[in-house]
């Protein structure tokens, strides 16, 4: 009566493909409790039972172990992420369909079966108390329904296909159709915890890149007056995703300016076609060669966004990115590239005792600072917009969202909000904007 299950936890210590799975905590609790049913004793099972049960709750089990199938690095993953369905060994192949089989059973392995096994083994031991398996907690559906996605922004590309892949992963189909439907899932949104998302950062205190599931929204039609600036990053990101040389770029401008807002409208305009964005911080640029690796080989194209980058000529960071831009013995990849914005022109904060030093080429030096800047190959600058730019900026925005106040009055209200907050950017006008809408919105605003 035990014995399926006894022979499942052998199965399970056989995955080869996806023998990373076995280390997950509630894979390991599940095999625990697998094991249990084949010993004779009862304080084992009950400890292994609710144990896994709390744990298949809280994680909301069997839709989590689909995610960790869908998200798991392993050659599989990896060659067909890199060639397709069709570019697939034999031998490989063969072993995946294999393991999948045994991932559907653990899936299917339900809280009813091991009850009325648990009960048949151990009626007579503990008969109507209240540790009788028929009292015993129960885990399917506990934690929710499967993952609705519907409720995901617009930034989560492809939610049928992942949802599909989802499914097939331990449920639908044989093992050679779910093995299809995961290789298709691969090539199209990559592996690891990386595929169904477009936006990440790095936390360099624990060397992971974590996904964004909701990146912030910026539309391209929303920065008003930066036609030239965009027009000039469109281009260079175009290059990039037709596999085109493409250079490294820095944003230069004021803050507000929209230099920030410029890098994140890409997933807009071209996240579906296989661009993503990984937010490095300025004080882990000496990761970026672990960066790098994690992301060398994928399938999609891959722009690093360092924000407002600036430096004093003391910081580590400096020469990690000095060594970054002039290459290192290490070739970077080519499906990455590095966006940068900053306040600075030239970077690095150079002073007077640069220039009257009593260093013999002290001209060499300063040179070295000033061409950091240089070494990105595209510099595109950002102006601060003058009274009519950053009037013009609050009515087209006033436009798209609707708002109905006379042109002469917006005006008035816009030149009265620069005055008194943060000067005339864009970023002002849209923190005008939003303070507008709110206020036409409630029935006690008073306009100034």
Request: charged share 25%.
């Amino acid at each position: 009566m035990a014995e399926p299950f006894k022979e499942l936890s052998l199965r399970v210590t056989s995955l080869t493909v996806y023998g990373n799975v076995r280390n997950d905590e509630v894979v390991s609790a599940l095999q625990e409790l697998l094991e249990a049913i084949g010993k004779t004793e009862f304080e084992v099972l009950y400890k292994c039972y609710h144990r896994f049960c709390s744990l298949a709750v809280t994680h909301n089990w069997p839709e989590y172990f689909a995610r960790l199938i869908l998200e798991d690095e392993n050659p599989f993953s990896r060659r067909a992420a890199q060639r397709g369905r069709e570019g697939l060994n034999p031998s490989l192949w063969a072993l995946t369909v294999r393991d999948l089989e045994v991932c559907r059973a653990l899936g299917a392995v339900s809280s009813g079966e091991i009850k009325a096994v648990a009960t048949r083994l151990f009626a007579s031991e503990v008969g109507q108390s209240s540790l009788a398996p028929e009292y015993w907690p129960e885990w399917e559906r506990a934690g929710g329904d499967e993952e609705d996605l519907s409720q995901k922004g617009k930034h989560f590309w492809h939610k049928d296909v992942y949802q599909k892949a989802l499914h097939y992963a331990i449920g639908k189909g044989t093992a050679e159709e779910r093995g299809a439907v995961l290789a298709d899932y691969h090539h199209l949104l990559g592996y690891g915890v990386l595929g169904p998302y477009v936006a990440f950062r790095w936390r360099g205190e624990v060397e992971y890149l974590e996904g964004i599931a909701e990146p912030d929204p910026v539309q391209r039609e929303q920065l008003i007056g930066l036609d030239r600036e965009l027009a000039l990053i469109a281009e260079n990101t175009k290059y990039f995703l037709a596999g085109h040389a493409a250079n490294n770029m820095i944003l230069y401008g004021n803050r507000g300016t929209g230099k920030s807002s410029a890098v994140k409208s890409l997933l807009e305009s071209y996240g579906d076609q296989g661009l993503r964005l990984v937010e490095l911080a300025k004080g882990d640029l000496g990761d970026f060669p672990k960066v790098v690796r994690i992301l060398s080989g994928r399938p999609q194209k891959f722009i690093i966004f360092v924000d407002d980058l600036s430096f004093d000529d003391t910081e580590p960071e400096y020469k990690a990115l000095k060594t970054v831009l002039e290459g290192g013995l290490e070739a970077k990849p080519g499906n990455v590239l590095i966006y940068a914005t900053s306040n600075r022109r030239h970077l690095i904060r150079e002073n007077f005792s640069d220039r009257q030093g009593d260093e013999i080429h002290v001209r060499d030096t300063v040179e070295e600072k000033l061409s950091l800047a240089d070494r990105f190959g595209i510099t595109v600058t950002f102006p601060s917009p003058d009274q009519e730019g950053y009037l013009g900026i609050v009515q087209g925005l006033a436009d798209q969202r609707g708002l109905t106040v006379a042109p002469d009055e917006l005006r008035r209200l816009a030149l009265r909000w620069e005055m008194m907050h943060n000067g005339r950017s864009g970023r002002t006008a849209r923190q005008f904007i939003d303070y507008l809408e709110a206020c036409l919105a409630s029935p006690d605003c008073q306009q100034g």
